[in-house]
């Protein structure tokens, strides 16, 4: 509401709501204040009433909302996950399904045949070629538990076995792996008994609620009345240029309540939905999926309309059940692509977040990644033992938030000729991985990418690249590939809250090379920021420990130098070993990292729990500085914390009433 829209008041009493709500789209910058018998500007009349404010300024902005998403056909595939090696290479249709002389469908349409040879095994086994379930989070109950910590046992004592397969050839890696680690598990799950008792105490019992609210009595006011979130939201649209990164106070306070809010979706209702997609018969029932998933995001997208003026669209599963998920939260001018986090009950997720595993990344990323991380977005990697390649699990969440982003992008350029900004945001597994897609996004395309070989194997494309070979990033290339409007998307800044490490060396020293070059080229100068808590566990996890002399966590100081704004080097021995492999026409020896070689990336700013200490900002190791103006200064903050105090009381005094 703006100073030049006036409302009549008579006797001193509130007027009606639709009394006001006529004014809430006006606009009325630049007007003097007039002073009427029984009239009031419309500005002090809302400051008596903070409350009606709040009523209207909500209002406002589910006017200014873009129209919601519908549920795309890629979300509603994800449900029903190709498995299998003769399945793998086919995109999965639920309707209709191919009959004894028919195949799956190919990725343009129509029917792949099928050789007879293969046709028995494809209808008889349908166990191993059937479109399978989404992966369901483990539960803390004790048969599925103790399936999952036999399997584990096998794993390890094959490890025991086969010594040589461990990945990682130092001492502590192997102790680790075949010692620590399952009592590490086991650890976790006593931890995660405590934490739903302690729930069940909280929500069923008096003596717990009456200690939870003793104990838990603060109240953070994520949905304030002040203008601190409509800042936030102009700054995701605005595309200033800049001579260096910025770190934005309001985005990262906004980004941080969306990560909050993708939470509340209602997993029973996805749950339902999938039962549904499983065994979908009609088109009928396909529809009553989509609308159960609408129906399950419904309270993230009121919230999100009413304060932000955002709308709110789930759009991929991450191969899981219930598990982390990826949402966008979108208008005409900018888009945030945020990735559900941990939940507190979800056990399987603590063992996402503990693994240790790595796999080889090379073919969509760099360096050695989680493996829980990456195969959440990508298709697994084709594993050696015949069991898990009858299993495969193909699907490609990457490419469905992706097409599903240019399309949203397409709809709101369409309205405001301006490209569309795209954010990246997450908290815990979700800060990390919406940092893996960044990561992904801003590399240059090799000519070993699946984008590459894709396009070899589609004599029909018509592709234009209108960036020279080898200079083109992956956004391009796929922008180039869905739109002939390079300028569709701009790709902005990262904020993560509490996300744990993602990858070796090689990861982070190939992240921090792209960031650079990818800020370099752009004029918004988009950058990774890693927000954690000094006291948090999980940002430093897994650890990153090595007696590996070839190893760089060998080394006490960083083998490089560091200058503003300018990438380091590393690893020099191991580098001019392959340029000596290059040179003499041979394989380039792979240097295996240690179990636990895990590096930071991103600019880290650590939050202090401690009122006397100030928060402080550090690249990692690998990544190039872009620290400088990010702190506040003493008088900054101390004025910051004067409003913070006036604005905690108007809230406290509002709710009250």
Known sequence: MTSGETSTVANGQEPSTSTITGHAHLQGHGHQHTKVHGVLPID????????????????????????KLSITTRHLDEFTAPHGPERSQARTQSIPLPTQAEGPTKPGGGILPIPHSMRTSMFQKKKTTRDQPLKKPLSIRPTEFINYMMDGTAQYVHYLLHPSQIPGRDLISRVYAMGFLPVALLGLFIVQMGIGLLVILVNHTRIGAFYYKKLFDDQIALFDETDGNDEAVRQLAEQTPRDKPYFSYHIANLLLIMSSMVYQRDDKLVAQASKILLNVRNQEERDRAAELLLESERVIDENSTCEFGMRFSGISELKTLGGPFAGLFYNDESIVLVFKGTSILAFN???????????DASEYLYGEVHKGFYESLFPDPAPLNWYERMTLDKTHPFNTIMETIFETAKVGKAKTGKPVNLWFAGHSLGGSLASIVMGRLQMIVRDTDPLIQEEKEESTTTASHPHPSGTRTVLQEMLARFSSDPDLLVLRDCYSVAAPNIGDSTFAEEFGRNELRYCQGSPYKPAYWRIVADKDIVPWCPPSLNLDPNEPCRKLKPSHKRSKGKEGTWLEAEKEEDRQAK???????????????YQNIGQHIVICHATHKPPTIKPSLYDPDFTDGVLRSREEVQ??????????????????R
């Open 44 to 67: 002090q009349y809302l400051a008596q009433y903070p409350l009606l404010s709040k009523v209207l300024k909500q209002d406002q902005r589910r006017k200014a909302a873009p129209e």
């Open 583 to 597: 040179a003499e026409n041979r394989t380039e020896p792979k240097h295996m990292h240690s179990l636990l070689d």
């Open 349 to 359: 997720e603590y063992l996402l977040d503990m693994t240790l595993q790595r796999v």
């Open 639 to 656: 004025k910051l914390l004067g409003r913070l105090a006036q604005i905690a009381n108007a809230w406290k005094f509002d709710s009250g």
